[in-house]
């Protein structure tokens, strides 16, 4: 079956106010899947993002720009009236900011009764925390994932900020739009999803508390199953220099593994042994040691082996799977991410790279209704650029 161009998600309006970390990708997400997403940019400099061209901030592709001052009373008004024929609201200030706008959900409710007003935060709108500044690390130390990751006897390690913005904060905001769209349905009305790193971030941890209450994980870091306690859930170092991922946490994949890197056989009886794991562990390690990455991929090549490279950013869109499957793209000379996930009818939208704040202000605002002679007036005063 073909799919048609333009994604499950045409016709679905958002309003992106300008913010940091998951609420672009959030934003990202729907556009990626057909969604028009406006994003209202800030005329001054605000330290969003990083010290960065425009052009490099993938998660602000396929968007329209609009720069307005919304903390002008024009500039406000404005906004309200662009929420008037939008489905969802995105923002990301810390709570209580979007209320002393005069863009708060009260405000947009007055407005559009129907609107979805997603909110992220890192601490949850209410809390004695939920006035703290913080970052992705602070958030996922709260949860117990930042305490599970890392080296036996070592400090906890950074998991890039992939736990906390962008799987906890991220996915979790566009889940609960989507979902309150869909009970949208049946009531007619919008309302406020309330998007905190914390929550998403602890709802991801709900194996490990099941693995704990079980009696099977144990406390301190690199003593389990999944932490890189065990020997076979672990990374290598090859000869060259690389890096193989190994996996093959089931025993029939486990013995799949041994027969092919020349392991002693009798591993496949005491792989679960956790006593056995420290020498389980340099042997692994002896043996990767022997050949190249490139000699590991050829031997595991086509196996249940559960063996992968350790890929650089360098060297991913070049590795055959993410080719077969056009896994990456090029916007704009820069190499990314393609949309994901894929859909059997509905295709993903074309895309485009970010724009340059308030490229579309024009076409956005007299899309809106509003005159040339209007516009030229708030630009004249600052209300917009």
Known sequence: MTAAAGGPLQGLRVI???AIGPVPLCGQLLSD?????????????SGLGLEMARRHETNLRNRRSLAVDTRQPEGRDL????????????????PGVAERLGLGPADAERVNPRLVYGRMTGFGQQGPLSQQAGHDLNYIALTGALHAIGPAGGAPVPPLNLVGDYGGGALYLAFGVMAALFERQRSGLGQVVDAAMVDGAASLMGIFFGLKAAGQWQPGRGRNLLDGGAPFYACYETADGGWLSVAPLEPKFFAEFVRLSG?????????YQPQAWPELRAEITACVKRRTRAEWETLFQGSDACV????????????PHAQARDAFVALDGITQPAA??????????PLTPPPEPGADTDAILQGAGCSADQVARWRAAGVVA
Request: net charge negative.
């Open 340 to 349: 994901a996930p894929r859909f059997s009818r509905s295709g993903a939208a």
């Open 308 to 319: 992968a490279p350790v890929l650089s950013l360098d060297e991913v869109d070049g590795h």
């Open 263 to 271: 392991l002693d056989t009798s591993w496949c009886t005491r792989q």
């Open 79 to 94: 906004v309200l009236h662009l929420l008037q024929g939008a489905d969802v609201l995105l923002e990301g200030f810390r």
């Open 33 to 45: 899947l057909g969604a028009e997403v406006i994003l209202v940019d800030r005329i001054a400099a």
């Open 16 to 18: 992106e106010l300008a």
